[in-house]
């Protein structure tokens, strides 16, 4: 097993340890934001190419999609680190703090360890922003940075093997710099469409990037003009590829304490009645997903996963903002759900999973998102919504999110934040037993409801 001094408790940080890496992040947000994305990823090659290519130094699975990618990369981390592998795990974007976002054997990346590894790029930074500069571009941005920053945190650490998400589509993202073993493909569908492409062929198109010679290439249930695209990119280099429901299947799912009981018929293997502890269908699906793209890279897809390895793996599975219970009495649950694939996917597991007649929806939105379609992917099962806005500079306008609302025939009341939607959505579910909160919408809004329920006590009783 991985010897990870962080394998049985999570040291503490020291004030000067937290100062420094909070420096790193004010640096990084003083960079063109996490959103000015040019289709390239050069600039980051040049930067790692002078750091000597951390991200050459451990095996890669490559994750990309549009809904359900941090689920799956979580449970394949997951998985892996069940292996006895040192595993690194790199997701976007975080809840509450940003070193969520680099994890090391299932922990976020120690302050101390995150600002050595900026002190060890920081020359090199200088030097390729001198270069853009002079080329007449734009500086190294925030995602560009935080990706290159990941990659040697996880060299020094060392660590095995990464599980890389893609921060958006796939060719040009600044983690194509790694060259993933395996490709994993979540659910496609549209969205950014105008960084990505206005059909899901063309989105597939960008997100079939990631796919490297000779790897090993799964992926989810596809629309056909996605698994059209998929094919040919892997057979241009020479990628084996297995869809779910040919290649590997989700059998089952039902309902168990704190989560599920799913069965999956995986490239090798056939496992009954595992154990998952996250609630609804789709994540069952990314199970099944995570356990083809382990199967693929633990022994080539030549041998099932050990019962016990998969048992662990499963079990000790995480999805912070994912269907996350967040309180009770009255029960709060908070759910990223930023576009319409993931609001119908979230619908649906409520339904399915939790007994409860009326479900009360704190709904905030970003500007750049499908709000209508968001909405009307959750009206089937809101009876009251309470509109905020996330504390973002990209925030949707709380009132016009309202009157997108109650144009699906619901009724919206407006808060000019997230505590005062909380409260009020609470003390309404506190009304009756046969009542719940969903916190959805956007995940800034999710790490929001994540500090605010821990800092009310919602799960110990607190007032509502």
């Known amino acids: ?47 790692l190419d002078y750091l000597g290519d951390p991200q050459r130094t451990y095996r890669v699975v490559h994750v990309t999609g549009t809904n359900g990618k941090t689920s799956t990369s979580r449970i394949i981390e997951s998985l892996l680190r069940a292996h006895g592998l040192r595993t690194g795990l790199f997701t976007s974007p975080h809840l509450e703090r940003f070193t969520e976002r680099i994890m090391i054997d299932g922990f976020p990346v120690l302050d101390a360890a995150v600002a050595d590894a900026w002190d060890e790029m920081t020359p090199f930074v200088a030097l390729v922003d001198a270069e853009l500069v002079e080329a007449g571009e734009e500086p190294l941005t925030f995602f560009e940075l935080l990706t290159a920053l990941a990659f040697v945190a996880f060299a020094d650490a060392p660590i095995d093997v990464l599980v890389l998400e893609v921060g958006m589509g796939g060719s040009w993202d600044s983690t194509n710099t790694a060259d993933g073993d395996v490709a994993v493909f979540a659910p496609i569908d549209l969205d950014h ?228 939607a909380a409260e009020s959505a609470r003390a309404w579910a506190g009304e009756s037993a046969r009542r719940a909160v969903i916190i959805a919408g956007s995940v800034v809004l999710a790490g929001e409801a994540v500090s605010l329920a821990a800092s009310e006590g919602w799960k110990s009783g607190g007032a509502s």
């Open 1 to 47: 097993m991985s010897e990870n001094p962080t394998d049985d408790i999570m040291p503490e940080s020291t004030p000067e340890d937290s100062a420094r890496a909070d420096a790193v992040y004010s640096a990084l947000l003083a960079r063109a934001g996490e959103r000015w994305v040019q289709p390239r990823k050069e600039r980051t090659a040049r930067l």
């Open 193 to 420: 469409a105008d960084r990505l492409g206005d059909t899901i062929a063309k989105i597939a198109d960008v997100k079939a990037g990631i796919i490297k010679d000779g790897a090993a290439v799964v992926s989810a249930r596809q629309p056909a003009e996605a698994v059209e695209v998929l094919r040919a990119a892997a057979e241009a280099r020479g990628a084996t590829i297995a869809f779910e429901g040919e290649g590997f299947a989700l059998t089952s799912d039902r309902l168990a304490v704190g989560g599920q009981l799913i069965s999956v018929r995986g490239l090798v293997g056939t496992y009954d009645d595992e154990y998952l502890p996250l609630y609804g269908v789709h994540q069952g699906a990314n199970a099944a997903l995570a356990i083809a793209a382990v199967e693929s890279l633990i022994g080539g897809a030549t041998q099932a996963i050990a019962g016990d390895i998969l048992a662990d793996g499963l079990g000790a599975v995480t999805s912070p903002g994912r269907l996350q219970l967040v309180g009770t009495n009255p029960t709060v649950l908070i759910d990223a759900a930023h576009n319409p694939h993931g609001a119908r996917a979230l619908a649906d597991a409520l339904r399915a999973s939790f007994d409860f007649d009326e479900w009360g929806v704190v709904l905030g939105v970003l500007g750049d998102k499908d709000a209508v379609g968001i909405v009307a992917a959750l009206a089937p099962i809101a009876t009251e919504v309470f509109v905020t806005a996330p504390d973002s500079d990209r925030a949707d306008s709380p009132d016009a999110l309202a009157d997108i609302v109650e144009a699906a025939g619901l009724h919206a009341s407006v808060h000019p934040n997230l505590d005062d």
